[in-house]
């Protein structure tokens, strides 16, 4: 049973959102598109590369050919053109893209004729295989919770990474430093905000500080990253809930 | 980067999600609750000394004014039935937040799960109704009732929650946007139509809420659900009141509006109401029975 309050249009019109990758993708000009594109495939490629290794049991090698096949035949295809708001989010819908794409592929056994193995996106596959190693896969993960999960630590990655270059670019390296050694850490090797404090010299007042405004820098390059990847007001509410909401 | 492990996941998560409270006078405590627009957390007023449950509106949520709207709405309908509030504020990131008592019970889904006799079950259900007629009194509808909105405390009071969509009759509002919750939501919420919400709306609701509170009802009490729910709004009680006062008739077991009776129904209702006075009868007549066959042997 359905028990969450509903808040939306019953005609399916939402208001579009201004700097959406996803509104581009579908809709731009060329070169808009091929800079969507390329924020699409940032967002997601380790996502799909992770499902198609884990789900789809596929080899590695299989799995670095299919990624690219996906989102090359994306761009060829415009595979996203496809996509309506007012049906579902855009995860869901590159999802059942990705799924159509590997069973057509698995029927068809075409993949080594069309890509053979050719690195075609500057994709890091050696980190994401390494990373496979280690993700906890529950007996019970359904193929969507897979990906919602693997989706929302590929956004979190990007955003640490831009979180790490705007603190560098603003002199706040040691504000960056703490978040690390607190936020990032393993739950058993985290640190106390006084050993923090000790250990760099600052009061427990002033690394509470330090943290709070790189959390709430993280906050705000994670909902721009959201903002990007979505097409609605309704959907980024949607995807917000989902990466910061629900349960792992 | 380091790897970023479920546990740093999920900790990432509830660190982005967290308020940021220096500057106002709460220390933040656990989650106790996630809605549609924001997210519950207890936390300690240092100035009363007191806990309280704080909301605010949820990362990435912008309608901010949403929230503001529902700490007015409450802030006018003082009830013992509703959740008063006791400040409302914005937080550094631009986030809405409200405190409110921190109500300490079990929702009434959770509530039910319980076995309860059901004139108990009825009589919860009446005092529900009670808040909802007060703020329909003040012109405010609330639009999204449902079992996980209404929280049932320790000694059986109980608070409805969750008025962040409640309709103010007072202003304006055009069709086209659906608000409330599948399964309780009264046709012309789903069809859109604000302008027709009214109190029968929510009356709607409660007869869903009825209808999953007592199990396998009597037929006078399916009726009543049955005209609280019905599709025309015309059709139903047009107020909680009048749904509750229905509900008191047949607790005590007087014949109830929704529910014609025959006479079929009528004998059977009287007969359960008046048993001792039925078996007294019957055992005299028993008596009369045996002198009259004993005198004749």
Same mark, same amino acid.
């Not at chain 1, 809709?27 to 789809?56: L, N, Q």
């Given at each position: 049973m359905d028990t969450d309050t509903r808040i939306g249009s019953g005609d399916g019109?939402?208001?579009?959102?201004?700097?959406?990758?996803?509104? $581009?993708?579908?809709?731009?000009?060329?070169?808009?598109?091929?800079? $969507?594109?390329?924020?699409?495939?940032? $967002?997601?490629?380790?996502?799909?590369?992770?499902?198609?290794?884990?789900?789809?049991?596929?080899?590695?090698?299989?799995?670095?050919?299919?990624?690219?096949?996906?989102?090359?035949? $994306?761009?060829?295809?415009?595979?996203?053109?496809?996509?309506?708001?007012?049906?579902?989010?855009?995860?869901?819908?590159?999802?059942?893209?990705?799924?159509?794409?590997?069973?057509?592929?698995?029927?068809?056994?075409?993949?080594?004729?069309?890509?053979?193995?050719?690195?075609?996106?500057?994709?890091?596959?050696?980190?994401?295989?390494?990373?496979?190693?280690?993700?906890?896969?529950?007996?019970?993960?359904?193929?969507?919770?897979f990906f919602a999960r693997e989706w929302t630590r590929s956004i979190f990655e990007n955003a640490l990474l831009a979180l790490r270059e705007e603190c560098a670019a603003q002199g706040k390296q040691i504000h960056y430093d703490l978040f690390e050694r607190y936020d990032l850490a393993a739950s058993d090797a985290r640190a106390t905000y006084a050993s923090l404090a000790a250990e760099f010299g600052l009061s427990s007042v002033t690394v509470n500080n330090y943290l709070a405004s790189v959390r709430r820098g993280f906050r705000r390059i994670v909902i721009r990253i959201l903002r990007e990847l979505t097409s609605s007001e309704e959907e980024f509410r949607s995807e917000a809930r989902a990466l910061l909401g629900a349960e792992l | 980067m380091e790897w970023l492990s479920n546990n740093v996941l999920k900790h990432l998560r509830e660190v982005s999600e967290m308020p940021d409270l220096p500057?106002?006078?709460?220390?933040?405590?656990?989650?106790?609750?996630?809605?549609?627009?924001?997210?519950?957390?207890?936390?300690?007023?240092?100035e009363l000394q007191r806990d309280v449950a704080l909301k605010v509106l949820a990362i990435g949520d912008t309608d901010s004014e949403r929230m503001q709207r529902e700490a007015q709405v409450l802030a006018r309908i003082e009830h013992p039935g509703i959740v008063p509030v006791h400040d409302v504020g914005t937080l550094e990131d631009g986030r809405v937040f409200y405190t409110m008592k921190l109500v300490r019970g079990s929702r009434l889904d959770e509530y039910c799960r319980q076995p309860h006799p059901v004139p108990d079950l009825l009589r919860l259900f009446q005092r529900i109704c009670e808040p909802i007629a007060f703020a329909h009194s003040?012109?405010?509808?609330?639009?999204?009732?449902?079992?996980?909105?209404?929280?049932?405390?320790?000694?059986?009071?109980?608070?409805?929650?969750?008025?962040?969509?409640?309709?103010?009759?007072?202003?304006?509002?055009?069709?086209?946007?659906?608000?409330?919750?599948?399964?309780?939501?009264?046709?012309e919420q789903s069809a859109g139509l604000n302008t027709d919400i009214d109190a029968r709306s929510d009356v709607y609701a409660m007869g869903c809420i009825l209808q999953g509170l007592v199990q396998k009802p009597a037929k006078p009490l399916r009726s009543i659900a049955r005209k609280a729910t019905a599709p025309e709004r015309d059709r139903r009680y047009s107020s909680t009141v009048e749904l509750a006062d229905d509900i008191g008739r047949y607790l005590d077991g007087l014949p109830v509006s929704a529910h014609p009776e025959s006479i079929l129904d009528r004998a059977r209702r009287l007969l359960s109401n008046n048993r001792t006075l039925v078996a007294l009868i019957l055992a005299y007549l028993m008596m009369r029975i045996l002198l009259f066959w004993f005198a004749r042997t």
């Open positions: 019109r939402f208001p579009e959102t201004r700097h959406s990758a996803i509104a $581009a993708a579908r809709s731009g000009t060329p070169a808009d598109r091929a800079v $969507a594109h390329e924020s699409i495939v940032a $967002a997601y490629w380790k996502p799909v590369y992770k499902y198609i290794r884990i789900k789809w049991k596929s080899s590695n090698e299989d799995a670095k050919d299919l990624t690219q096949g996906f989102f090359l035949r $994306a761009l060829e295809k415009d595979f996203f053109d496809g996509y309506r708001p007012e049906k579902g989010t855009f995860r869901t819908y590159l999802r059942v893209c990705l799924d159509a794409f590997l069973a057509n592929e698995r029927q068809a056994s075409q993949r080594l004729k069309r890509g053979g193995g050719t690195i075609l996106l500057p994709l890091d596959f050696t980190t994401a295989e390494g990373e496979l190693q280690q993700i906890e896969i529950a007996q019970d993960d359904s193929p969507d919770r | 500057g106002v006078r709460y220390r933040l405590g656990e989650v106790l609750g996630r809605g549609g627009m924001g997210v519950v957390y207890r936390a300690h007023d240092l003040q012109g405010i509808v609330h639009r999204d009732l449902k079992p996980a909105n209404i929280m049932v405390g320790q000694f059986g009071e109980v608070l409805v929650l969750d008025w962040g969509v409640a309709r103010v009759l007072s202003e304006p509002e055009p069709d086209g946007e659906v608000i409330g919750t599948q399964n309780y939501m009264s046709p």
